[in-house]
């Protein structure tokens, strides 16, 4: 296992320093799915939710999240992204919704967190809008599939 960047040889936290890596075309994504009631679906799919439009909603929260990475996680450094998208899909044998953030940038560190926060606050944001009728819903399996560009290279999940 690699030595974590994120701690200094004394132990403390720390931003790393990107200035002297080259840019180049990075791409991350993510992926996780709210488990719910098929009842709940049928609802979210209708647009009967009482808050409105679920899946829109979640969208756009996904997108707004991403952006704002470095706000939320302390040593990420604020990125110009170039793009995001969040897809979000019903997928009846869970039942529930599936979410794929991806994030792109020119730059000089990587968007794997950009993308996982898309994700993520897109999940929160489906459990918000439809608690009220399934408090039971379940958030799974937010991960990272795969990532390109950088020093490191090209990642990809096996399976």
């Given amino acids: 296992m690699a ?6 040889e004394s132990g403390e936290a720390h931003m790393v320093d990107v200035s002297g890596k080259a840019e180049t075309s990075r791409e991350a994504r993510a ?42 996680i302390p040593l990420c450094h604020p990125l110009m992204l170039s793009k995001v998208t969040v897809d979000i899909t019903p997928d009846p044998t869970l039942p529930g919704l599936h979410v794929v953030c991806t994030a792109k940038l020119k730059g000089q560190t990587g968007v794997e967190m950009e993308a996982l926060t898309g994700v993520s606050v897109a999940c929160l944001t489906i459990y918000d809008m439809a608690k009220a009728v399934d408090r039971g819903m379940r958030i799974e399996n937010i991960r990272l599939l795969a990532k390109s560009g950088g020093r490191s290279g090209d990642w990809r999940v096996e399976g």
């Fill in 3 to 8: 030595d974590l960047t994120h701690i200094s």
């Fill in 31 to 72: 992926e996780g799915r709210v488990v719910m009631a098929a009842e709940t679906l049928d609802l979210i799919l209708r647009g009967d939710a009482k808050k409105g439009d679920v899946i829109g909603t979640a969208r756009l929260a996904g997108i707004m999240a991403s952006k704002r990475t470095s706000d939320l």
